[in-house]
């Protein structure tokens, strides 16, 4: 019999073991035949010696791995147990590139052509706007590249913010303090931040601000710095919300503005800040801009039927408008629906 006792340095063993021992367990399940424990910063091995081993030789390997990138997932030891080699680029799918590797090593990946453009423009730009309906993936992909960069320390901090436009409800009469107020229009961003980061470690991050989530509002009078930034449903902002908010960059700051410009939910005679956004600094260098479609829909198979149901009947809305305006072709009815 042999026993051999490893102690863990230079990294979290919650990164390392995982969420109730979750990698850990793999390694216990690739061999049996031996006894793993772990108590605090120490690991012990038991069992004979052949196998105890090539045990510790997988394990003093995930610490090196973790150690040297910074992350550990799931996908990375499954393939470290069947001997593959782990410091290769890591692809899946063909030639789709994994952005990131989320809680339990999940990959978050880009799963359709333009989501693929919207990480390759997000790379060669430093503001992108990200156009497109509900459901097509724009802002869960614009979150899993902050926190990319977050992690690749290419970024000191993550911002997400969103306009706190009310949509058929006043926020006098929610209840609750202003926090609780606000944040029901910011639980989309909380939801794919939990999706991507541990969730003590998200805790940590939020509390020391190194990511924040905040009402556009709030933006007003900073300078945003070795940021990653991210305006969602930045077609509820006004164009001069939008303005405030563009200029707030700084000289080292990443920026992805997402929005549906089908959805408007400001008063019918204020125009979306994102359409005008989009026209005139869309050709400018350094900004992108990715039109989404109903065919990166990624959520329930209805929901690219329902919205291309609701383009239909907006078309034939505007063909019953224009034929009542004879001669006067080029009007298009300002109303939150058409924005």
Known sequence: ??????????????????????????????????????????????????????????????VRILREKDELPVETIENLLKNQNVFVARKQNGNTPVIVYGRNGKAVKAKTQNQIAMV???????????????????TYTAVALAVRALKNRMVKKIILT???????????FLPGDLKEKIDPYLRPLYDALEDMIESEKLDYFMSNRTIEVAPLAYMR????????????????????????????????????????????????????????????LGDLKGIGK???????VVRHRLVKDIILAFGKEAEREREAYHGKLPGRSSVVPSSSEEE
């Open 162 to 172: 969103r306009p706190a436009v009310e949509a058929g409800e006043s926020l006098g």
């Open 290 to 296: 990715i039109f989404l479609s109903a065919e990166d």
């Open 120 to 138: 390759e423009l997000s790379e060669k730009n430093d503001i992108l706007f990200a156009i497109g309906p509900a459901g097509t993936g724009k």
């Open 1 to 62: 019999m042999s026993e051999i006792v490893l102690t863990v340095e230079g990294v979290d063993p919650r990164e390392l073991y995982g969420e109730n021992n979750s990698k850990l367990n793999l390694l216990r399940e690739a061999y049996p035949e031996v006894n793993i424990t772990s108590r605090g910063n120490q690991l012990k091995i038991s069992g004979k010696k052949k196998y105890t081993q090539n045990a510790k030789d997988k394990f003093e390997m995930m």
């Open 221 to 280: 009078g900073r300078t945003l710095d070795n940021a990653y930034i991210i305006l969602d449903e930045a077609q509820n902002a006004t164009v001069t919300q939008i303005k405030m908010f563009l200029t707030r960059l700084g000289p080292s700051a990443k920026c992805i503005i997402t929005g549906d410009l089908s959805q408007v939910d400001l008063p019918r005679n204020t125009a979306s800040g994102l359409r005008k956004a989009v026209h005139i």
